[in-house]
Structures are given as C-alpha cells and as structure tokens.
C-alpha cells in the first residue's frame, strides 16, 4: 500500500512537472511575441519624432530670428528718441549762450539787445507785480519737483533693476519727463531774463544766474551721454551720477533764487 502511494504520487508529480514546464515555455514566448509586436508599433513613431524634431528645431530658429528681429527694432527706435531728444536739447542749448551774447556790457541794468523792444511791450501791459516777481519762481518749481524730482526717481528706478513692469514703465516715462523738463527750463531761463529785466534788476551778476546757466549746460550734457550707453557701459554710471549732481545744482538754484526773489 504505502509503496503504490508513493509510486502514484510521484509519477503524478513527474506529470505535472512536465505540464507546468511546458505552459511556462508557451508563455515566455507569447510574451516575446507581444513585445516584438508592440516594439514594431512603436518603431514609425520612433521614426516620425526623429523626422519631426529637425522641423521643430527649425521651428524653435524661426522664433529667435523674430525676437531677434523685434529687439533690433525696439532698439532701433530707442536710439532715434535719444537723437531726437539730443537734437531738441542742442537747439535749446543756444538760449542761454544767446543771452549771454547779447548782454550789454556797458550797462548791467541794461536788458539784452534783442529783449529791449520785448522788456519795453510787456512793461506797457501793466501786468500785476507778484505776476511779474513771482510767477517765473512759481512755474519753475513746479517744472523742478514734479517733472525733474520724478524723472530723477525713475532713472534710479531704470538703474537699481526690480520688477520688470515697474522697470518698463520707468524706461519709458524717465526719457520724456527729463527732456519736458529740459524745455521747460529752457524756456523758463528766457522767462527769467525777460521777468528780471523787466523789474529794472541785473541780469548777469547774480548767483541766480550762474546757478541756472551751469545747471543748464550741465542738463544738456547729461543728456548727451544717452547717445554713448550701448557703446560704452559707463556712459550710463556717469549719466546716472551727473543726472543726480544737475538736480543739486538746480536744487542750489532754487535756494538762492528764493533769496533773490525776497532781497528785492
């Protein structure tokens, strides 16, 4: 009994043996099958993603060219604001010198040539005395707080760097208020003339005017720099510092125009 057992169970052992080998075989097979069939399914897309990737590379190109075009362009069109700005602050620049031309050297009291007639018409309006004492300081404070005060804050702005939308805005805004300022000052040194001419006063011998006319020439200095920032990289260190000295200058102006303005 016990040795049929034994005998029986081991020749079932053999058979199963033998069955289980033979399924595993049918299965790796299978198996290799599968992944030939799926490595053959995969192969056109294996092609196409090396056909395709020359074509992205040259679509990523095109992108660059064009971003590379726009840069150009946007620097193109900055350069022409600054030669036109140059332009607007060397027509401005013979104010002054004009002035100083035309001083009459025999008698200090005595307006500019070419403001004789001018000093003579706006006497005969009888315009009110504050007017005529007050008004060139009152506009020209104006023009140095809110327009130079607040250019001079962007440009610092442009130079320390931050958020780029902050940095973008003060780019642009920084070049207009400077050169309205720049106008305005010019303007506002023949109002100066005309306004201390007018009250019988000399124009050239005060401190006042010294101040104004090296604020003045200093100003359109400065913004000549602009026109060397991509050639050299000081340029805009230097138009950064001397930026900030002009406002002292005109700061110093104001101080002493103040005081002028209450001698009289």
């Known amino acids: 009994q016990p ?8 020749a079932l052992g053999t058979l199963l043996a033998h069955h289980f080998h033979k399924r595993l075989r049918k299965m790796n097979c299978t198996m290799s099958t599968t992944m030939l069939t799926q490595r053959a ?30 840069t150009e362009e946007q620097k193109a069109e900055k350069r022409t604001r600054t030669v036109k700005y140059n332009e607007m602050v060397l027509k ?10 035309a001083y009459n050297r025999t008698d200090p009291v005595a307006p500019p040539a070419f403001l ?5 018409f706006m006497n005969s309006l009888n315009l ?7 008004g060139h300081p009152g506009n020209m404070a104006v023009v140095l707080l809110a327009m130079g005060g607040y250019g001079s804050y962007l440009g610092w702005q442009i130079r320390l760097g931050g958020d780029s939308d902050t940095v973008a805005t003060a780019e642009d805004l920084h ?5 309205g300022m720049t106008f305005f000052f010019t303007l506002g040194a023949t109002g100066g003339v005309l306004s201390t001419a007018m009250q019988g006063l000399p124009i050239l011998s005060s401190s006042h005017f010294v101040t104004g006319v090296t604020g003045l020439v200093l100003l359109y200095l400065n913004g000549m720099l602009s026109l060397f ?36």
Request: net charge positive; hydrophobic share 50%; proline share 7%.
């Open 41 to 70: 399914a995969l192969a056109p897309r294996m092609q196409r993603r090396v056909k395709l990737a020359p074509a992205r590379a040259m679509r990523a190109g095109a992108v660059c060219k064009v971003e590379e075009k726009k």
């Open 128 to 134: 009110p005395e504050p007017l005529v004492h007050w």
């Open 116 to 120: 004789t007639d001018t000093v003579a």
């Open 175 to 179: 070049p207009k208020l400077m050169a």
């Open 229 to 264: 920032f991509e050639d050299d990289p000081n340029a805009r260190s230097l138009h950064a510092y001397l930026g900030s000295a002009v406002m002292a200058v005109f700061f110093a102006h104001m101080l002493v125009g103040l005081k002028f303005g209450l001698s009289i």
């Open 3 to 10: 040795t049929r057992f034994l005998s029986r169970h081991s």
């Open 92 to 101: 401005s620049a013979a104010v002054p010198v004009i002035t100083g031309l």
